[in-house]
């Protein structure tokens, strides 16, 4: 992958963890379940992160700074805003903005992880990774709440 192509993909990165953050930050506002609010708040913080280490390994000079970029205002064009949109549609909906985080993480961990595998830079790659695991784990914790929303036991 040329040094240019990795740029992009890397701001790229950090788009989606900000995307995902994001999403997660406007979910917990409107959430009425204390457990989904909590699981919200908690992903919220840790998308913030996995930009942070995305951040951290962008191989340029020419991003604004992380808190910067942090602030923005959401980018209503990405896949997380469009799909919280649709559970603005009546009351909020705590079942489907779940559902909907379900298919997003498992994505976006599909993403990283096929991401991952075009890239030589082994410090990049494992940066990647790691994310895709967390995003894994993310994935697991939304369906746990999901479930007990539901009434299901895990």
């Given at each position: 992958m040329e040094k240019l192509d990795?740029?992009?993909?890397?701001?790229?990165?950090?788009?989606?963890?900000?995307?995902?953050?994001d999403y997660y930050n406007f979910a917990a506002e409107k959430a009425f379940d204390e457990r989904v609010k909590k699981t919200f708040e908690l992903l919220g913080r840790e998308e913030r992160q996995h930009?942070?280490?995305f951040y951290n390994a962008?191989?340029?000079?020419?991003l604004p700074a992380f808190e910067e970029l942090m602030a923005a205002p959401p980018d209503t064009g990405s896949s997380?805003?469009?799909?919280?949109?649709r559970t603005l549609v009546g009351d909020f909906d705590e079942r489907l903005v779940l559902e909907l985080a379900i298919e997003q993480e498992a994505q976006l961990e599909k993403n990283?992880?096929?991401m991952a595998e075009k890239i030589d830079d082994a410090k990049v790659r494992d940066i990647y990774l790691a994310n895709a695991s967390s995003t894994h784990?993310?994935?697991l914790l939304v369906e746990e709440d999901y479930r007990g929303l539901l009434g299901q036991s895990s």
């Amino acid at each position: 992958m040329e040094k240019l192509d990795l740029k992009e993909a890397i701001r790229s990165a950090i788009q989606t963890e900000k995307d995902a953050m994001d999403y997660y930050n406007f979910a917990a506002e409107k959430a009425f379940d204390e457990r989904v609010k909590k699981t919200f708040e908690l992903l919220g913080r840790e998308e913030r992160q996995h930009a942070l280490t995305f951040y951290n390994a962008y191989p340029g000079d020419d991003l604004p700074a992380f808190e910067e970029l942090m602030a923005a205002p959401p980018d209503t064009g990405s896949s997380w805003w469009k799909s919280l949109q649709r559970t603005l549609v009546g009351d909020f909906d705590e079942r489907l903005v779940l559902e909907l985080a379900i298919e997003q993480e498992a994505q976006l961990e599909k993403n990283l992880r096929a991401m991952a595998e075009k890239i030589d830079d082994a410090k990049v790659r494992d940066i990647y990774l790691a994310n895709a695991s967390s995003t894994h784990q993310h994935l697991l914790l939304v369906e746990e709440d999901y479930r007990g929303l539901l009434g299901q036991s895990s």
